[in-house]
């Protein structure tokens, strides 16, 4: 259909593209097909029967506010139960130094509006989130990459970087990153905290996947971690989220950062939804109150960690060499590259389209890179497949390796 001549779109969409992610998902009506591709929980782990309660006791108690309009700040019981969250976490945080956001993906929309204009650096990890690659390139920001390793960013690199760049933030996902699944040392966060501080610069933590761990816990998170590091407190912004750990239909998260930061994003979360779901907030703030989470997390890590055994042991005996990977300790991926072993494939991209013909899928890792992509790499979810599926679909890739 012709675009009618009034529809002058703004330039910003120009630095956009269409999800990757979300065109691969065009191709996965196949009947019968095994998607490894998206990063959702699984529904099967929802506790439908404490988020129910949740519910009643919400219309029982404050029927009132929870179907009333209500802060732009957040629902404040549920800030409260957050702020003991956080704190059942190691990081000390007051009810009003958070805001609630409609998931975490508002928060780094948020921080997009509040902080970038047009042609200011950003640095981010290299491979990212790629929302955020997304996001942050809408509001014009110039990204940099910065290079990881199964420990996660590599500092000294990163402050090279940071000096050679001067951006307006660092945006790191030190726990069990998406794509990657790596995991920052306790050194490294260290490292990160003090050159916040050196060079003054904002960095941006987002941690959607750290109550995901499948053994010990991992190292504290940087916020809980800044309390060592004398003045890096303010110089951190904290994303989180009830999306992978209770519901994503909730769309529940909360950002804790400096006090004029918070108020700039209040600002604009006025003008786009004036407000989280109230609904959604008390629903969530009665769970949280019941005391239900960490029984939830404790089952869904146990069914993550058995999912991501079966696949690593999978693809070792269906893909052998051809493939290599860190095992991850939590999360929701695995993060792979192809090897070209014996003169085989390294493209993920025709990697993909063999493994959708085989009935299974994944996502390609290039687009995860804000600049110079590896074509090698691919992820791969075993979130939502029980450990059959997981056995049947990485058998399905061996033959695509091969076929």
């Not at 009947?31 to 929802?46: K, Q, T, Y």
């Not at 998931?103 to 491979?127: C, F």
């Not at 790629?130 to 940099?144: D, V």
Request: hydrophobic share 45%; charged share 20%.
């Amino acid at each position: 259909m012709p675009l009618p001549t009034a529809l002058h779109f703004a330039a910003r969409l120009n630095n956009v593209e269409t999800s990757a992610i979300r065109e691969l998902f065009k191709l996965l009506g196949k009947p019968g097909i095994i998607s490894f591709a998206g990063g959702f929980p699984d529904p099967a782990m929802f506790d439908v029967d404490g988020i129910r309660e949740a519910v009643n006791a919400a219309l029982r108690e404050e029927p009132g506010a929870a179907l009333q309009y209500g802060a732009t700040e957040g629902y404040n019981p549920l800030r409260e139960q957050l702020a003991a969250f956080m704190a059942t976490k190691g990081a000390t945080v007051a009810a009003g130094e958070l805001i609630v956001t409609t998931g975490s993906q508002q928060a780094l929309d948020l921080l997009g509006k509040t902080m970038i204009s047009p042609g200011d650096k950003v640095i981010v990890e290299g491979p990212t989130f790629l929302a955020t690659i997304q996001c942050f390139r809408l509001y014009g920001a110039e990204l940099i990459s910065a290079p990881i390793d199964a420990h996660g960013v590599k500092t000294d690199v990163l402050e090279d970087l940071i000096v050679e760049h001067r951006p307006k933030f660092v945006y790191l996902i030190p726990t069990f990153g998406n794509p990657s699944g790596a995991l920052l040392s306790l050194e490294r966060r260290k490292k990160v905290l003090e050159l916040a501080v050196k060079y003054n610069t904002l960095i941006v933590e987002d941690d959607p996947y750290g109550d995901l761990y499948f053994g010990a816990a991992p190292p504290p998170s940087l916020l809980a971690l800044s309390d060592s590091v004398p003045g890096s407190r303010k110089l951190l912004a904290y994303c989180g989220s009830l999306s992978k750990v209770l519901s994503p239909g909730l769309r529940v998260g909360w950002m804790i950062g400096h006090p004029e930061l918070l108020a700039k994003a209040t600002m604009c979360k006025q003008f786009s939804d004036a407000h989280t779901s109230t609904f959604a907030q008390a629903t969530a703030a009665q769970y949280l109150k019941a005391g239900r989470m960490p029984a939830t997390l404790a089952h869904v890590r146990r069914m993550y960690a058995e999912r991501a055994a079966a696949m690593g042991n999978a693809l070792k005996r269906e893909l052998g060499e051809s493939i290599a990977f860190e095992p991850p300790g939590g999360g929701l991926f695995f993060w792979a590259r192809l090897t070209g072993d014996q003169g085989g494939l390294t493209d993920a991209g025709e990697f993909a389209k063999r493994a959708i013909e085989k009935g299974v899928a994944f996502v390609p890792g290039a687009p995860f890179y804000a600049s110079n992509p590896d074509f090698s790499t691919l992820r791969l979810s075993f979130a939502t497949a029980d450990v059959d599926k997981i056995r049947e679909g990485i058998a399905r890739l061996g033959q695509a390796l091969t076929g």
